[in-house]
């Protein structure tokens, strides 16, 4: 087990974090223990922010926030006001996003998790939506499924801009599972499609046929996700598509996050973090 986690690592920090973290040690692996545990067993989600902060959302409608030590900084009791939480974007600490999809609302936080704003997309017309990101310049990405475009959402509901109608130039038109704004790209992801990727203009610059991973992220312009109990890895631009075996403990992850500290996962126990050594 040792050995198999340790050559995943590998696998992964040589090529993708360590190419955006370049004080990274990338070819050391993972310390044999769980470096951090965060005892939150009731955890319904979770995600990171670059700076290390946890975000965890309990299954009691609590996102409580901690920082990279495991300790507790602050929480947001109000979650359920309107409906579940689909979707946690904390691209900008400073920024979180929150994004109900029963009500195509975003509620945006500060970064001590107080309410700071809230964005009805119905006002903007936009009534059917699966996934929302943070733009580069702090608007909001959202895939409006009706009119089958992305469009760019000011913080009061103006739209900034939108691509064509993408029944125009797709033969098949994405329902994004998510949407990251990644070095200059804008890219959608739908688990049954394949992968769509934007730039800023809004142009469609590449599609591909990556289909059935979860977990997915881009770090400079490499595709990481899971599949089959396999992690995945491609790099746009390249045919070097890798995969490779994930050992027990993280198979049976509910989900996983890889960041320049390690990898963290979510289990049954609640959030632990496997640390680069």
Do not use: C, H
């Amino acid at each position: 087990m040792r050995s198999l986690v340790f050559t995943i690592l590998v696998f992964l920090a040589s090529t993708a974090v360590a190419q955006e973290n370049a004080g990274v040690e990338s070819s050391s692996g993972i310390s044999d223990t769980e470096a951090l545990s965060v005892f939150a067993p009731d955890a319904a989600a979770f995600t990171i922010d670059n700076l290390g902060n946890l975000y965890i959302l309990s299954s009691k409608g609590l996102l409580k926030k901690y920082n990279n030590k495991g300790d507790s900084l602050n929480v947001f009791n109000d979650v359920r006001r309107y409906g579940s939480v689909y979707a946690i974007d904390v691209t900008n600490p400073l920024k979180v996003l929150l994004y109900y999809r029963d009500f195509s609302t975003v509620v945006m936080l500060d970064r001590f998790l107080n309410r700071i704003n809230i964005v009805d997309f119905r006002k903007s017309g936009i009534f059917q939506a699966k996934a929302i990101a943070l733009s580069y310049d702090n608007n909001i990405w959202v895939f409006d499924e009706q009119s089958a475009r992305l469009k760019k959402i000011a913080d009061d509901g103006t739209l900034l801009s939108e691509t064509v109608d993408l029944r125009q130039v797709l033969n098949a038109i994405p329902s994004p599972d998510k949407i990251i704004d990644r070095d200059g790209f804008v890219y959608l992801y739908d688990k049954d499609k394949g992968l769509y990727v934007f730039d800023y203009y809004g142009a469609l610059k590449n599609e591909l046929a990556i289909t059935g991973l979860t977990d997915l992220q881009v770090i400079n312009r490499t595709i990481l996700g899971r599949k089959d109990n396999k992690f995945v890895r491609y790099t746009i631009g390249t045919l070097d598509m890798q995969e490779v075996e994930l050992p027990e403990t993280i198979k049976q992850a509910e989900d996983i996050r890889i960041m320049q500290m390690g990898i963290y996962i979510r289990n049954s126990r609640g959030i632990a973090l496997f640390k680069y050594r």
